[in-house]
């Protein structure tokens, strides 16, 4: 399989001007085919959600490299990396960035607006991802009558919408018990099929799913588990 993700050495330090600044993501060396699924533990604040943002190019790292699709990030202006999370990456963020004035469905859509998908396929689609999910029922809803478990899987359903090749999911199961954090990682999981790539972070490293490769992280530092 073709490698959809690729990271040499890829650190980050805060702040740059200080002798002995905090590296938040310490010489990271990470390659997942497409297809692959990576499970990343770690405590609060070892530098989980700063990789992802590294990977996504929302962030430019102080050193190393990273590549999606064979593309090199740092060769990528603010615009190209942009276009490129729209069109082939999912992103779930912690603090889930649902936007109040609107319903479930329609947040969930948003994806597809620049698609310049008819409103009523959009529609369609969101729906069916709600379902997947079990929130058909709250598919009027806004967010601010879901429950933080509910929430989260809507923020899910927006990540998965466009059919991304790569979603990176930034503590999906914080929200709920163990038995739906599973459910959601199975679902996350079974995109492998489609060959799509999977990075979830979580807090809990209890988590496992069938398929998954497993990673640890601590201050900043990132190791398979075998």
């Known amino acids: 399989m073709p490698v959809a993700l690729r990271t040499r050495q890829l650190t980050r330090y805060y702040p740059a001007t200080r002798s ?3 590296r938040a993501v310490d010489s990271v060396d990470l390659e997942l085919a497409a297809g692959e699924i990576a499970l990343i533990s770690g405590p609060s604040a070892c530098g989980k959600t700063t990789l992802l943002g590294l990977i996504a190019g929302l ?3 102080n050193d190393g490299a990273a590549e999606l699709f064979g593309q090199s990030l740092a060769e990528m202006s603010d615009t190209a990396l942009a276009l490129l999370r729209r069109r082939r990456i999912g992103l779930v963020f912690q603090d889930f960035k649902l936007l109040a004035n609107l319903s479930s469905w329609e947040n969930v859509a948003l994806p597809l607006v620049p698609t310049g998908m008819p409103w009523r396929a959009r529609r369609d689609a969101a729906c069916e991802w709600l379902e997947r999910l079990g929130l058909a029922e ?6 601010e009558q879901l429950s933080g478990g509910q929430q989260q899987r809507v923020a899910l359903a927006r990540a998965l919408v466009n059919g991304p090749d790569l979603v990176l999911a930034d503590e999906p199961t914080s929200q709920v018990d163990l038995e739906s954090a599973q459910r959601i990682v199975a679902a996350l ?4 099929a489609a060959g799509k790539t999977v990075v979830i972070t979580t807090h ?3 988590l496992a799913v069938h398929g998954t490769r497993r990673f640890h992280m601590v201050a900043g530092r990132l190791e398979e588990v075998r």
């Open 59 to 61: 962030d430019r790292p």
């Open 204 to 206: 809990e490293p209890a």
């Open 189 to 192: 999981a079974s995109l492998s």
């Open 20 to 22: 002995d600044p905090v």
């Open 138 to 143: 709250v598919a009027e809803r806004p967010p």
